[in-house]
Nanobody
Framework: QVQLVESGGGLVQAGGSLRLSCAASGRGFSNYAMAWFRQAPGKERDFVATVSWNGVGTYYADSVKGRFTISRDNAKNMVFLQMDSLKPEDTAVYYC????????????????WGQGTQVTVSS
């Protein structure tokens, strides 16, 4: 069982950068694939990026490729999302999630979720 807490959200101007962090507690963090999802007002929760249990494999949604980078530090039980060249359409609540399996891109594949952190990108 894993508990996840996101941090690092805030207000940023278009073209700026922001780094989100997710702190995990509980046992077996290194056995979980980790991911970031986001949900904009009035929309479904969508996949953003995922990283495999050992940090080697990563996969990104087309909308963020080349701009976002997911990484993890298993020694610290943390996962990060570096967001560069932010656009107003990136505005959403960002959620950290954990899965027993690698390379999953749908929210139904994830077993644990954080409470989310708000990211707002102004024009």
């Amino acid at each position: 069982q894993v508990q996840l807490v996101e941090s690092g959200g805030g207000l940023v101007q278009a073209g700026g950068s922001l780094r989100l962090s997710c702190a995990a507690s509980g046992r077996g963090f290194s056995n979980y694939a980790m991911a970031w999802f986001r949900q904009a007002p009035g929309k479904e929760r969508d996949f953003v990026a995922t990283v495999s249990w050992n940090g080697v494999g990563t996969y990104y949604a087309d909308s963020v490729k080349g701009r976002f980078t997911i990484s993890r530090d298993n020694a610290k039980n943390m996962v990060f999302l570096q967001m560069d060249s932010l656009k107003p359409e990136d505005t959403a609540v960002y959620y950290c999630a954990a899965s027993r399996y690698n390379t999953r891109t749908t929210k139904g594949d994830y077993n644990y979720w954080g409470q989310g952190t708000q990211v707002t990108v102004s024009s």
